[in-house]
């Protein structure tokens, strides 16, 4: 893997500037809940402030456009400081997202039991709200974060019947309330659990483990105990699918309390989700919009979809540079989920990077005190490989990597780098072997390890500094070298075949070698050769040569013997592969180097089938093949066009006036979808066939969309938060939800997955229409396998924490 640790996350992050024009005007909105008086919120923007107005609007103008952190500071808030992203054109102007802030006051009082002194540890709390206070031995105390307003705050003690407490709260000030005194329970408290999306809640059968004592829920959701010895139990809540265990439920005299940390409360209504909970954590990965920063996803299911692996509780920070975001350092609490809902293991704190082994039994870590380990995903125990292996550095630009590590794909051995020297050692442990200086700073074949082991595990390519590409065989400790320097190379998926790339950039020659039982064999194909591209399945080569005039050619291995693929033109630049590797993309020039040909060409019979696809001026990109190989689509200026593979039907699909922000060819191979700006003010989704017929534009003012495993619909997203559903032809456009704020297509298209505006989400199947409610308080929903949903749920009330952390659902 290759984490990054960056440097201290400024306050104000510009994540990407361009140009320099016209002032942009950037507008938003704050309010603050319950108040009639928005003004005087402190709004930043890089570098810029302004205050909000009464009616909560702020403005900036800023020079230039780009991915921007707008953030909010107030005092006497709940959140005193959030941050919000906005994206801003280079000209025009954009509109931040709203922000919603929570005004607290502070309340001030006395509760006691009916006694001068021995009133400590009565607890204080406004419902609905995280505020808790105890109080001192006299029963004072002082309730911070209460959220303004008229409130009704409640004083509980175990055995204690709870007394409410009349207060009116004002933003930032402190209000007095009136003394109370508690009074004995002597009544059984009765408790509630609903099912989410349920219109009916009896059934709900309630057990307290290791005891005999159950109960079933009525209509509303409510239940009690009768004859509980005070004492601390799990209690077990199961309704048909829905399942909960609260743990370390404590009840006195009667009464069920939970612990929010400081003290005890009485415990509040449940909510059960549709979803299985996998482990409980605080916080799950890092803040969704932060994500894309970091150099691994921080939840990960492992190859045989036996165990989820996260880190929980996670620090993070940001590094920019002159504004500009760098990337993302973080450190958390690696923990391992059984898929299955078997035991969950917290494997280790301080973990700044982890991977899966191939084989799904292990997952490889470094921690912050630069040690490499390896967890048992069977037992949670984790044992130590190696030290010194990670070095946290606060300042590393362009993605340099601090630590490579990588196992066999029996997970039996493991390499990794360490001060430029790569090590091999058994993943049970014992001494590590030095193969030899490294290079840490490449990247081998687009791989994160520092190292490609074979098939079987005995043996790896590795890059060995001045020494070019060297094979270790880990039976008997030799090593050869293959090349004498490198520039690059790839290893065939089935790990059997190096295609290397050795020598300057003018006298590169490029070899093959290829594993054998008896060895390896190494053979020069061709000198001077600039780059080469290989196949998805490993199948075939295209290298181009340096020399005047540039040629491309062909390899399949394992042959060496290549095979022209152009003679009248310079190959200008290697493109692409069609998705079966049997098809390429070839751009050639004019010897007056003012012409330029795009070609494909039938890799199966070069020498007869090779079509020209295009002519012109200008360099053609956003190349894309169709997934049957028929059609290529590419974009000139702000123009697509689309062509048969063999050079037949040669159009203009449609003319953009600004971005171009996703696009999707149709299973059915027979039109593109076009998620483009149709005008200067409108973001449009189009259909465009690829033979006859005209585009037509399926909606306006689109922020996602997704297309249907047989074509036969599309799901949208507009920017008014509705999901809608229409035919790739256009015509009935179907509402599916509103308030919307995310959505993905099962692999099967078969449902839809959404989390709207509230944080709940729902799974809608397509067929029938039918919606079940999966869970609320969701900050991330995503597709494990077709039939299940991971689910990361957090922001409770304090008693309730460990509902947060992963769920699943199986979804049909």
Same mark, same amino acid.
């Given at each position: 893997?290759?984490?990054?640790?960056?440097?201290?996350?400024?306050?104000?992050?510009?994540?990407?500037?361009?140009?320099?024009?016209?002032? #942009?005007?950037?507008?938003?909105?704050?309010?603050?809940?319950?108040? &009639?008086?928005?003004?005087?919120?402190?709004?930043?923007?890089?570098?810029?402030?302004?205050?909000?107005?009464?009616?909560?609007?702020?403005? /900036?103008?800023?020079?230039?456009?780009? !991915?921007?952190?707008?953030?909010?500071?107030?005092?006497?808030?709940?959140?005193?400081?959030?941050?919000?992203?906005?994206?801003?054109?280079?000209?025009?102007?954009?509109?931040?997202?709203?922000?919603?802030?929570?005004?607290?006051?502070?309340?001030?009082?006395?509760?006691?039991?009916?006694?001068?002194?021995?009133?400590?540890?009565?607890?204080?709390?406004?419902?609905?709200?995280?505020? /808790?206070? #105890?109080?001192?031995?006299?029963?004072?105390?002082?309730?911070?974060?209460?959220?303004?307003?008229?409130?009704?705050?409640? @004083? #509980?003690?175990?055995?204690?019947?709870?007394?409410?407490?009349?207060?009116?709260?004002?933003?930032?000030?402190?209000?007095?309330?009136?003394?109370?005194?508690?009074?004995?329970?002597?009544?059984?408290?009765?408790?509630?659990?609903?099912?989410?999306?349920? *219109?009916?809640?009896?059934?709900?059968?309630?057990? %307290?483990?290791?005891?005999?004592?159950?109960?079933?829920?009525?209509?509303?959701?409510?239940?009690?105990?009768? $004859? #509980?010895?005070? +004492?601390?139990?799990?209690?077990?809540?199961?309704?048909?699918?829905?399942?909960?265990?609260?743990?370390?439920?404590? =009840?006195?005299?009667?009464?069920?309390?939970?612990?929010?940390?400081?003290?005890?409360?009485?415990?509040?209504?449940?909510?059960?989700?549709?979803?299985?909970?996998?482990?409980?954590?605080?916080?799950?990965?890092?803040?969704?919009?932060?994500?894309?920063?970091?150099?691994?996803?921080?939840?990960?299911?492992?190859?045989?979809?036996?165990?989820?692996? =996260?880190?929980?509780?996670?620090?993070?920070?940001?590094? *920019?540079?002159?504004?500009?975001?760098?990337?993302?350092? =973080?450190?958390?609490?690696?923990?391992?989920?059984?898929?299955?809902? +078997?035991?969950?293991?917290?494997?280790?704190?301080?973990?700044?990077?982890?991977?899966?082994?191939?084989?799904?039994?292990?997952? %490889? =870590?470094?921690?912050?005190?630069?040690?490499?380990?390896?967890?048992?995903?069977?037992?949670?125990?984790?044992?130590?490989?190696?030290?010194?292996?990670?070095?946290?550095?606060?300042?590393?630009?362009?993605?340099?990597?601090? *630590?490579?590590?990588?196992?066999?794909?029996? +997970?039996?051995?493991?390499?990794?780098?360490?001060?430029?020297?790569?090590?091999?050692?058994?993943?049970?442990?014992?001494?590590?072997?030095?193969?030899?200086?490294?290079?840490?700073?490449?990247?081998?074949?687009?791989? !994160?390890?520092?190292?490609?082991?074979? @098939?079987?595990?005995?043996?790896?390519?590795?890059?060995?500094?001045?020494?070019?590409?060297?094979?270790?065989?880990?039976?008997?400790?030799?090593?050869?070298?293959?090349?004498?320097?490198?520039?690059?190379?790839?290893?065939?998926?089935?790990?059997?075949?190096?295609?290397?790339?050795?020598?300057?950039?003018?006298?590169?020659?490029?070899?093959?070698?290829?594993?054998? &039982?008896?060895?390896?064999?190494?053979?020069?194909?061709?000198?001077?050769?600039?780059?080469?591209?290989?196949?998805?399945?490993?199948?075939?080569?295209?290298?181009?040569?340096?020399?005047?005039?540039?040629?491309?050619?062909?390899?399949?291995?394992?042959?060496?013997?290549?095979?022209?693929?152009?003679?009248?033109?310079?190959?200008?630049?290697?493109?692409?592969?069609?998705?079966? $590797?049997?098809?390429?993309?070839? %751009?050639?020039?004019?010897?007056?180097?003012?012409?330029?040909?795009?070609?494909?060409?039938?890799?199966?019979?070069?020498?007869?089938?090779?079509?020209?696809?295009?002519?012109?001026?200008?360099?053609?990109?956003?190349?894309?093949?169709? *997934?049957?190989?028929?059609?290529?689509?590419?974009?000139?200026?702000?123009?697509?066009?689309?062509?048969?593979?063999?050079?037949?039907?040669?159009?203009?699909?449609?003319?953009?006036?600004?971005?171009?922000?996703?696009?999707?060819?149709?299973?059915?191979?027979?039109?593109?979808?076009?998620?483009?700006?149709?005008?200067?003010?409108?973001?449009?989704?189009?259909?465009?066939?690829?033979?006859?017929?005209?585009?037509?534009?399926?909606?306006?003012?689109?922020?996602?969309?997704?297309?249907?495993?047989?074509?036969?619909?599309?799901?949208?997203?507009?920017?008014?938060?509705?999901?809608?559903?229409?035919?790739?032809?256009?015509?009935?456009?179907?509402?599916?939800?509103?308030?919307?704020?995310?959505?993905?297509?099962?692999?099967?298209?078969?449902?839809? %997955?959404?989390?709207? &505006?509230?944080?709940?989400?729902?799974?809608?199947?397509?067929?029938?229409?039918?919606?079940?409610?999966?869970?609320?308080?969701?900050?991330?929903?995503?597709?494990?396998?077709?039939?299940?949903?991971?689910? /990361?749920?957090?922001?409770?009330?304090?008693?309730?924490?460990?509902?947060?952390?992963?769920?699943?659902?199986?979804?049909?």
């Amino acid at each position: 893997m290759r984490p990054v640790w960056l440097g201290a996350c400024l306050a104000v992050l510009v994540v990407a500037c361009s140009g320099q024009g016209a002032a #942009v005007q950037v507008t938003g909105k704050v309010v603050l809940d319950g108040e &009639a008086d928005h003004s005087g919120v402190l709004v930043t923007l890089a570098g810029r402030s302004a205050l909000t107005d009464k009616q909560g609007a702020w403005r /900036v103008e800023l020079l230039s456009g780009g !991915s921007y952190v707008v953030q909010v500071s107030a005092s006497g808030t709940l959140e005193g400081t959030l941050a919000v992203q906005v994206e801003v054109p280079d000209e025009g102007s954009a509109s931040a997202p709203e922000v919603k802030l929570t005004p607290v006051g502070e309340v001030e009082g006395q509760a006691t039991l009916g006694v001068t002194t021995g009133n400590a540890g009565i607890t204080v709390m406004a419902p609905g709200s995280s505020a /808790v206070a #105890v109080t001192d031995d006299s029963g004072h105390y002082v309730l911070r974060g209460v959220p303004t307003g008229s409130r009704t705050l409640e @004083a #509980v003690a175990p055995g204690y019947a709870r007394a409410p407490i009349q207060v009116q709260v004002g933003r930032a000030a402190r209000a007095s309330a009136a003394p109370v005194v508690l009074t004995r329970a002597r009544s059984i408290q009765p408790l509630s659990a609903t099912l989410l999306g349920a *219109s009916g809640h009896a059934g709900i059968v309630a057990t %307290l483990q290791g005891t005999e004592l159950t109960a079933t829920s009525a209509a509303d959701g409510s239940f009690s105990f009768n $004859g #509980v010895p005070d +004492g601390i139990y799990s209690l077990s809540l199961r309704g048909g699918a829905y399942e909960e265990v609260v743990p370390s439920v404590v =009840f006195l005299q009667g009464t069920a309390y939970l612990s929010n940390g400081v003290g005890l409360v009485p415990m509040p209504p449940l909510k059960l989700a549709l979803a299985k909970r996998l482990a409980s954590a605080t916080r799950v990965g890092l803040p969704q919009a932060w994500e894309s920063w970091a150099s691994q996803p921080l939840i990960q299911r492992t190859a045989a979809g036996g165990h989820f692996l =996260f880190l929980s509780d996670t620090f993070y920070q940001l590094l *920019s540079d002159s504004g500009s975001v760098r990337g993302v350092s =973080f450190e958390g609490t690696l923990m391992a989920a059984s898929s299955t809902g +078997g035991p969950a293991f917290v494997m280790e704190p301080s973990v700044t990077s982890f991977a899966p082994t191939a084989d799904g039994t292990h997952v %490889l =870590f470094t921690r912050g005190d630069g040690s490499l380990l390896s967890g048992d995903l069977a037992t949670g125990e984790s044992l130590p490989l190696a030290a010194g292996v990670y070095t946290p550095s606060p300042y590393i630009y362009g993605g340099s990597p601090t *630590s490579q590590y990588g196992a066999s794909p029996d +997970g039996s051995k493991v390499a990794y780098l360490k001060e430029g020297v790569l090590f091999v050692v058994s993943s049970s442990g014992g001494a590590s072997t030095a193969l030899g200086s490294s290079n840490s700073n490449s990247y081998y074949s687009g791989r !994160s390890e520092p190292a490609v082991f074979s @098939a079987d595990g005995n043996r790896l390519f590795y890059y060995a500094s001045n020494a070019g590409l060297s094979l270790a065989d880990l039976r008997n400790g030799s090593s050869q070298s293959l090349t004498a320097s490198l520039s690059s190379y790839r290893v065939t998926p089935d790990r059997s075949i190096a295609v290397t790339l050795s020598g300057s950039k003018d006298t590169n020659t490029l070899f093959v070698s290829r594993l054998t &039982a008896g060895g390896v064999t190494t053979s020069a194909v061709e000198a001077s050769v600039s780059e080469f591209m290989m196949s998805p399945d490993g199948a075939r080569v295209v290298y181009r040569t340096s020399a005047a005039p540039s040629l491309a050619r062909l390899l399949t291995l394992p042959s060496t013997t290549p095979v022209p693929l152009n003679t009248t033109y310079s190959a200008y630049d290697l493109l692409q592969f069609s998705q079966d $590797g049997r098809q390429f993309l070839l %751009l050639d020039r004019d010897s007056a180097g003012t012409t330029y040909t795009l070609f494909n060409i039938d890799l199966t019979t070069p020498s007869t089938g090779k079509w020209p696809l295009w002519s012109g001026s200008s360099v053609p990109y956003s190349l894309q093949y169709s *997934s049957n190989g028929a059609w290529v689509v590419f974009s000139l200026g702000s123009t697509y066009y689309s062509v048969g593979a063999k050079g037949t039907g040669l159009r203009s699909l449609a003319t953009t006036s600004g971005s171009v922000y996703k696009t999707a060819i149709a299973p059915t191979n027979d039109r593109i979808f076009l998620l483009a700006d149709v005008t200067a003010a409108s973001r449009g989704l189009l259909s465009v066939p690829f033979g006859a017929g005209s585009a037509v534009t399926l909606a306006s003012g689109v922020s996602d969309f997704g297309v249907l495993w047989d074509g036969s619909r599309i799901v949208y997203l507009n920017g008014q938060g509705a999901l809608r559903a229409v035919a790739p032809v256009g015509g009935t456009d179907t509402l599916l939800a509103e308030s919307v704020r995310s959505f993905s297509l099962s692999p099967d298209s078969a449902w839809v %997955l959404y989390t709207d &505006a509230g944080a709940v989400a729902r799974a809608m199947n397509l067929g029938t229409g039918e919606v079940r409610v999966l869970s609320d308080r969701v900050s991330r929903a995503f597709w494990s396998t077709s039939g299940q949903v991971a689910l /990361v749920r957090e922001g409770s009330l304090a008693p309730l924490s460990f509902q947060d952390g992963l769920y699943l659902i199986n979804v049909p």
